[in-house]
């Protein structure tokens, strides 16, 4: 144990004086570049500033992409604009009568129906909202 201390301390005393390396002693100059390693730092400092560095960058490169999408965007809404009125324009005329054909035409009976359906659907919404009200009133009386 002696011994590797010495030669520890010799090792640092040689790579402090800048002497060359002994091709003789092999463990000594095992020794010397473990203190020249700890010697020098492995890496530099951090600046005092570096999150606000990264900020700053992550969002210039979102903004940046943030433009180019929102200008491809713009221009992709422009071209269905601009096709759907073309559409519309050649086709438009055909289209009306098709749709119309499509709407089927009611019988009287089937007005009637139609007719009370909405009526139940109406008194339906209007107890959901109004009457539950009334049933349940608390006229002040104590649980």
Known sequence: MEREWQAQERAMEQERRGVPLDPADPRLGEYRLIARALRTPA???????????????????????????GWLLRILIAVLAVVAVGAVALYGPGWASAFVA??????????????????????????????????????????
């Open 102 to 143: 499509l709407w089927p035409q009611p019988s009287a009976q089937a007005t009637g129906w139609a007719g009370l359906l909405l009526g139940c659907l109406g008194l339906s919404l209007a107890w959901q909202k109004w009457g539950g009200r009334l049933l349940h009133h608390d006229h002040g009386h104590p649980a």
């Open 43 to 69: 890496m530099e400092p951090v600046p005092f500033d570096l999150a606000d560095q990264i900020v700053r960058r992550v969002e210039a490169a979102q903004t940046l992409g943030e433009r180019v999408e």
